[in-house]
C-alpha cells in the first residue's frame, strides 16, 4: 500500500472552515479495524503544530472514499461547517466526479447504469442486481469516456447515488473492471496496490461563506498511464 504519511503538499483547498486533501491510494480517511494511521488523525496533528495550536484540533469527516482509491476528500474544521457538509451530502447537493481507467472492452462510450447493490459484510464486497431486489439499494451514475490510451480507456463518472463500492462494482457488472481492483475482477493488480479510480472533481456551495467551490485534483504521481490521461 502507498505510503501512510500525509504531506502539505496533499491540501488543495482550505479556508477557516474546510480542508480538502487530494488523497493518495492506499490512505485511509478514518481509522478503522486495521489499527493503520489515518487522514483524519494525521491531518489533525499536522494543523496542531503547523498552527501552533494549545488544545485538541477539531476535524470532522465529510464523506468517505474507499483506502485503493485516489483523489478529493473533504474534511470539516468547524462543528458548524460539518453539521452543514453532513447534510448537503444527504441531499446530494455535492457534485462529485471520478475518473476511472477500465480495459479496453467495446462499451458505449456514454452510458447512465442502473443497478441495485447489497453489500456481503463476509468479504466486504457488493453484489449487483439487474433489477429491485430485497435488501438492494439502487445505484446510479453516468459515466462518459473521455479518452483512449494504448491498453486501457479513460471514463469521466457522475455519481447519483454514492452506494458501497458503487462504481467499482457497477463497471465491473458491465465487463469493464477497474485498472487494478482484483476484487472485482482486475487481472492483475497495481504496483501501489491501489485501484485506478481517481475522485477527480468536487462542485458544492461553500457551507459558511455560499461563495460556489469547484476542485480538481492532480491524477496520482509517478504514474505513466495517469500521467497520460493529463496530458
Same mark, same amino acid.
Given at each position: 500500500?502507498?505510503? /501512510? ?5 496533499? #491540501? ?12 493518495? !491510494? *492506499? @490512505?485511509?480517511? /478514518? ?10 488523525? +494525521? ?16 476535524? *470532522? ?17 468547524? %462543528? ?22 477500465? !480495459? ?6 456514454? /452510458?447512465? +447504469? ?26 446510479? +451514475? ?5 479518452? #483512449? ?12 447515488? *454514492?452506494?458501497?463500492? /458503487?462504481?467499482?462494482? @457497477?463497471? %465491473? ?12 475482477? !482486475? ?6 496496490? *491501489? ?6 472533481? +468536487? ?29
Amino acid at each position: 500500500m502507498a505510503d /501512510q504519511k500525509f504531506s502539505s503538499e496533499q #491540501i488543495v483547498f482550505e479556508d477557516n472552515h474546510i480542508i480538502v486533501i487530494n488523497k493518495k !491510494a *492506499g @490512505q485511509l480517511v /478514518q481509522g478503522d479495524k486495521t489499527g493503520d494511521e489515518s487522514l483524519l488523525e +494525521l491531518i489533525k496533528d499536522f494543523i496542531k503544530i503547523r498552527d501552533a495550536k494549545p488544545g485538541n484540533v477539531f476535524l *470532522g469527516l465529510v464523506h468517505r472514499i474507499d483506502r485503493p482509491t485516489s483523489g478529493l476528500v473533504i474534511y470539516a474544521k468547524t %462543528s458548524k461547517a460539518l453539521s452543514r457538509l453532513t447534510q448537503m451530502v444527504k441531499n446530494r447537493e455535492i457534485k462529485k466526479t471520478y475518473w476511472a481507467l477500465v !480495459a479496453k472492452e467495446m462499451i458505449p462510450s456514454s /452510458q447512465k +447504469l442502473v443497478h441495485y447493490l447489497k453489500k456481503n459484510e463476509k468479504n466486504n464486497k457488493a453484489i449487483v442486481f439487474p433489477k429491485a431486489t430485497e435488501g438492494a439499494k439502487e445505484a446510479i +451514475l453516468t459515466y462518459h469516456m473521455i479518452k #483512449i490510451l494504448d491498453n486501457y480507456q479513460l471514463l469521466e463518472i457522475d455519481l447519483e447515488t *454514492g452506494r458501497h463500492h /458503487q462504481i467499482r462494482a @457497477q463497471l %465491473s457488472k458491465i465487463g469493464v473492471p477497474i485498472k487494478g481492483d482484483l476484487k472485482y475482477g !482486475a487481472p492483475r493488480s497495481n504496483p501501489d496496490s *491501489g485501484i485506478s479510480l481517481h475522485a477527480r472533481k +468536487l462542485e458544492f456551495v461553500h457551507p459558511v461563506t455560499k461563495e460556489n467551490i469547484e476542485i480538481v485534483a492532480p491524477v496520482p504521481e509517478n504514474d505513466k498511464v495517469w500521467a497520460a490521461c493529463e496530458n
